[in-house]
């Protein structure tokens, strides 16, 4: 088993399956959406044909919202997906954002959750997509003023309860929206059990082959509730131990991973660049990310405080850093590397994805 193919063919990050950003983001359950600008391309480039334009029909028509949902970061997730999403992962992410505001000295009064609640409310009935800035303006219609830091907070709460989510996408600034308006009303919810299942399987088919930490790092879940999804996929899914190996001077160590019985295993070739935009679920989606991460290198792909920079991949394995806000491509391979007509194969489909 080589895992670095299978991870590209099941990411979609070569020979990509699907035509519509809302697929991709189905497929892959949750997409880490840290960057506001790059999250774009993250969805896109998985597409078979990658268009700008057809994401951000996408979002506005709310097929796919933006949200905290997990690890207290933001993720993509489609509307489809958004109601159980919400209700399996919200008890976690209240008590992680509670021990945040509690390290912080902070505490929010049930009074002035609810105050505000309701002002958040009205903003969004009001403008349709309210950015911070004009929260912060309501807010100050309604004498109530505070800092960015403790406004965040009401904002992660009123999306962890289902009552906002992401409004239309602009160039660089978030906005908020009714969550029953862009996604639709809350449905009937479902068995818990249920919930744990479709959660599981969408994280292996899309990251597969991937360990049960892997798993537990990515669904911000605890373990026994990992092991309780593996379990409820039965036979769709198998473990397997990845024997010592070598591919591109990396090694493998011996561990297990799990694989579905839908693992996509053929259509790699060698050869192939990607550019690959900062906090992709291609290494934030791991804890086993040394697979297609040289250590030595690892410093050059994220530090230890959870920021992550655009990177390059060959062949899957990280080997350089790239620029995507520039005009000409601009990279630093610091494997010694000198990549030239893949390389612009890459560059040229970032652009045409930028202008389409």
């Not at 960057?35 to 998985?46: Q, T």
């Not at 053929?266 to 690959?276: D, M, S």
């Not at 991460?293 to 390059?312: D, K, M, T, V, Y």
């Amino acid at each position: 088993m080589n895992p670095v193919a299978i991870r590209l063919l099941n990411q979609q990050l070569i020979v990509p399956q699907f035509k519509t950003p809302t697929e991709v983001v189905s497929h892959m359950g949750a997409m880490q959406a840290q960057e506001y600008r790059m999250m774009r391309w993250a969805v896109d480039m998985r597409t078979t044909k990658p268009s700008h334009k057809a994401l951000k029909e996408a979002f506005d028509n709310g097929q796919i919202i933006r949200l905290h949902l997990m690890r207290g970061t933001w993720q993509l997730v489609s509307a489809e997906d958004y109601w159980w999403m919400i209700d399996l992962c919200a008890p976690k992410a209240i008590a992680a954002t509670k021990g945040w505001m509690h390290s912080n000295k902070i505490s929010i009064p049930d009074e002035e959750l609810f105050r505000v609640r309701d002002i958040l409310i009205q903003t969004a009935v009001d403008l349709g997509s309210a950015t911070k800035e004009d929260i912060i303006k309501a807010l100050v219609e309604h004498n109530m003023q505070m800092d960015d830091h403790r406004l965040s907070y009401h904002i992660r709460m009123a999306e962890f309860s289902g009552t906002l989510c992401s409004g239309d996408l602009l160039p660089t600034k978030a906005t908020y929206a009714l969550s029953t308006e862009k996604v639709g009303p809350r449905p009937a919810q479902i068995d818990r059990d249920e919930a744990l299942m479709r959660f599981t399987r969408k994280y292996f088919q899309s990251h597969q082959p991937a360990t049960l930490e892997d798993f537990v790092w990515w669904s911000g879940q605890n373990v026994n509730d990992c092991r309780k999804g593996i379990a409820l996929l039965g036979d769709t899914i198998h473990k397997e131990r990845l024997r010592v190996g070598a591919s591109a001077g990396m090694t493998w160590k011996g561990r297990d991973f799990y694989l579905t019985d839908s693992c996509r295993t053929r259509g790699f070739r060698t050869g192939k660049i990607l550019l690959i935009p900062p906090y992709d679920e291609y290494l934030i989606g791991y804890k086993s990310r040394d697979i297609v991460l040289p250590p030595e290198h690892r410093h050059r792909a994220h530090n230890n405080s959870g920021i992550f920079q655009p990177i390059i991949a060959r062949d899957g394995i990280i080997c350089g850093n790239w620029s995507p806000f520039k005009d000409d491509c601009q990279v630093d391979f610091f494997d010694g590397s000198n990549e030239t007509e893949s390389l612009q194969e890459a560059w040229t489909q970032y652009q045409r994805f930028r202008n389409k």
